[in-house]
């Protein structure tokens, strides 16, 4: 596969068909890292294996602006993984990419593994090959993860107070740095409620309430649209259960509309429409 992955790259990029392929290469300590690969002669940087675990569609918000007034946003090339393809698909409906000026190159994935275990949130992936995609590198896996949400039952069977004990202590140890805001795709508003001045719905104070209010408020902006790509939880460096409180919404929004974030790109998020003949339950 990552022959096949560094050959179309190569491909695209000598070709002109794209400006920039957003891959993953050799980081450091072992680790892999986000890719970005401008000549074809660079393709052989790529690389694809389950250490492999950023979400690179959250890239893409730094090619769709235009330079300049006339000019049109670069045409990039992206590798996405089943999980990722889910993301992309939620940008698509909420017009944040220009699906011609992007090359998907989907491949399939067994699931992501750390210290050899296979990640929790890969478990519980039903999603083997990309929803969504221009090119596919791979075959589908013969074995598929299970859909569960034992872990949010587990947190709903604890008492009010006991949750308010597990959640205070979680957001307590926040640092307020965002690095879960910018590793999430589908949190690109250019100016984040949590730092507007006019009207101030919080400050930027660590104090509890605050980090409290930014983390409840950010998890209901995506209810309907978080895929599940647990990049916000990778990237937090205090170690919160961010994906617990997202999967918690999530079965909400499946249980209450029977739907599930980013399978395609046409149907609307529960959240985001409304029809007029609706009416709330008497």
């Not at 998907?104 to 969504?132: K, M």
């Not at 259960?241 to 997202?246: A, R, V």
């Given at each position: 596969m990552i022959a096949e992955i560094r050959a179309k790259a190569r491909e695209l990029l000598a070709d002109k068909r794209i400006s920039c392929f957003i891959g993953y290469e050799e980081g450091t300590r072992g680790k892999a890292r986000p890719a970005f690969i401008y000549d074809a002669a660079?393709?052989?940087?790529?690389?694809?294996?389950?250490?492999c675990t950023h979400n690179l569609a959250v890239y893409l918000h730094q090619f769709k602006r235009p330079t300049g007034r006339e000019a049109s946003p670069p045409r990039v090339g992206?590798?996405?993984?089943p999980c990722d393809s889910r993301s992309l698909n939620v940008l698509l409906h909420e017009e944040q990419i220009d699906r011609?000026?992007?090359?998907?190159?989907?491949?399939?994935?067994?699931?992501?593994?750390?210290?050899?275990?296979?990640?929790?949130?890969?478990?519980?992936?039903?999603?083997?090959?990309?929803?969504?995609?221009?090119?596919?590198i791979g075959e589908k896996p013969a074995e598929v993860g299970r859909k569960d949400y034992a872990d949010v039952v587990e947190l709903e069977h604890m008492s009010p107070a006991e949750r308010l004990a597990f959640w205070t202590q979680a957001f307590d140890r926040c640092i307020r740095c965002y690095a879960c805001r910018q590793a999430c795709p589908v949190c690109y508003c250019p100016e984040c409620v949590a730092e507007q001045l006019a009207p101030?719905?919080?400050?930027?104070?660590?104090?509890?309430?605050?980090?409290?209010?930014?983390?409840?408020?950010?998890?209901?902006?995506?209810?309907?649209?978080c895929s599940g790509c647990n990049a916000c939880e990778e990237a937090c460096p205090m170690d919160i259960?961010?994906?617990?409180?997202?999967r918690k919404i999530a079965k909400e929004v499946e249980a209450l509309f029977g739907y599930v974030s980013g399978q395609d790109a046409e149907t609307p998020p529960p959240l985001a429409t409304f029809q007029k003949e609706e009416k709330l339950p008497l």
């Open positions: 660079e393709a052989d940087r790529l690389i694809w294996d389950e250490r992206v590798l996405v993984k011609a000026m992007v090359h998907i190159v989907g491949v399939t994935c067994e699931g992501l593994r750390e210290n050899g275990q296979l990640l929790e949130r890969c478990q519980r992936c039903e999603e083997r090959t990309p929803l969504l995609y221009d090119t596919q101030t719905w919080m400050n930027i104070a660590i104090d509890l309430p605050q980090k409290r209010f930014f983390h409840v408020m950010r998890a209901y902006h995506l209810a309907g649209r259960p961010l994906s617990l409180l997202h």
